[in-house]
């Protein structure tokens, strides 16, 4: 029994550390084909390419359907070469006319801006001339400033305590005599309306108000109801902002400017978009034309961008509001 288990035993099978020959011996016969179909195609029978060239021709039913080149697949000295294709410029062109097309655009849109602003100056020049002219009437021209900036047209109220007495919201009837030679002409233009409120810039509490804000708030709401209840101007024009003390008209450090910032602004908000009105800014101030007037001529005049600082009889106000 023993004799027989041992025959029937099957050795080990020893690794074979050969079995990269197999794969180098495929790659090599690889290559050897790779360099064989080379050769092949390099020496290509001219009669019969020339044929397939011919039917693939006549095939398109176009001879110059395919391209011209040599007669064999390599050149060959003697052959001619394949024509240059020239260079596509149409993507070229459609950019260069695609950028010129968007500056084009862009100068139009500026120019446009331009006109715009021009024409928007003239309109706010006009309507100042017309303001001063009907104040000058009621000999009132020195109780206001006049100015046209990115907002539109901005009249100031400013004339000491003639229009606000010192730390109250209440018009006196020099005030609103000024108010009421503005209203009829603000009445019969189709802008919007702000009145911004203002006190000087001496930072004490007002005695009748808790502080600056209440006081320059309700004298804005003061002269805003005036010219809505008084002198007919729509509510839905009409509105109001409060400044306090922190946008003076002039710089606080000079003499007089506690009277000249303590004021009601009435703005003539201008319709124009934001870059637009940037550019009537620019072009009022540029004007040599702005206008002041004389009251005696009742005419405008040439002058800056205000008219002339409030002057009057009174006294210069103290460490009031």
Known sequence: MTGRRSRHHEEEEHENHERWLVTYADMVTLLMVLFIVMFAMSQVD????MALKNGLAAGFANSHSVLPGSQTLLEEVGTRPIAPIAPDHRVEKLANQTTGSLDSSAQATEAQHRTQAEEEAKRLRKLQAKLLRALAKKGLADDVRTAIDNRGLVVSLVSQHVVFRADEAVLTPRGERVVDALGPVLRAVTQDLEIDGH?????????NYATD????????????????????????RLSAAAYGHTRPLVDPSEAGSQA????????????????????????????????????????????????AAATGPQAQEGPTS
């Open 46 to 49: 001219e009669r019969k390419f």
């Open 199 to 207: 006190t000087n810039q001496i930072k004490v509490k007002p005695k």
């Open 260 to 307: 000249v910032n303590k004021r009601v602004d009435i703005v003539v908000l201008s319709a124009s978009d934001e870059q637009t009105r940037e550019l009537v800014a620019q072009f009022a101030n540029q004007d040599p034309s702005s206008v002041t007037v004389d009251p005696a001529s009742e005419t405008a005049t040439g002058s800056g961008a205000q008219s």
């Open 213 to 236: 804000w209440d006081l320059s708030a309700a004298r804005a709401v003061t002269v805003l109801r005036r010219l809505n209840e008084q002198l007919g101007i729509p509510a839905g």
